[in-house]
């Protein structure tokens, strides 16, 4: 039996625990299942291969000239970049006090540097229509 749009918002909403990074993939590749879209391939060694992967590496050219490497945690050759983030709704188990916003504020001040509100799986993503090869 399939993954259902029911069964996936009820086994995802509200869910707590993990890490972002522990959890995204599979929220992301349930998402694309139950959407009936095709999910990611296995990512290749060789960077320019990678057309629809988790984790892509990619190389940012910082405004001083240096460069530096990253990763995106989905992309899509001429469709889209995507970054997993947590969510803070407001009312909800991990909402940030004294903040406005309700999914992307900005951490506290503190000594750690990520605190405990960080642990609340991905319920909500930043898409973007990328034009990168």
Known sequence: MGL?????????????????????????TELCTVLGLSTPDPASAVTEHNDYVFERAVTFHNADGTTSQGRIDLYKRGSFVLE?????????AKEVEGTDGDLFTPDPPSSRRAGRHWDVLPRCIMCWRSSAP
Do not use: C, D, M, P
């Not at 029911?6 to 707590?16: L, S």
């Not at 997993?84 to 909800?92: F, H, N, V, Y």
């Open 4 to 28: 259902t749009v029911e069964t996936f918002i009820t086994k995802w909403q509200g869910a707590e625990g993990g890490q972002e990074r522990a959890n995204y993939a599979l929220f992301l």
């Open 84 to 92: 997993a983030k947590q969510s803070r709704l407001k009312g909800g």
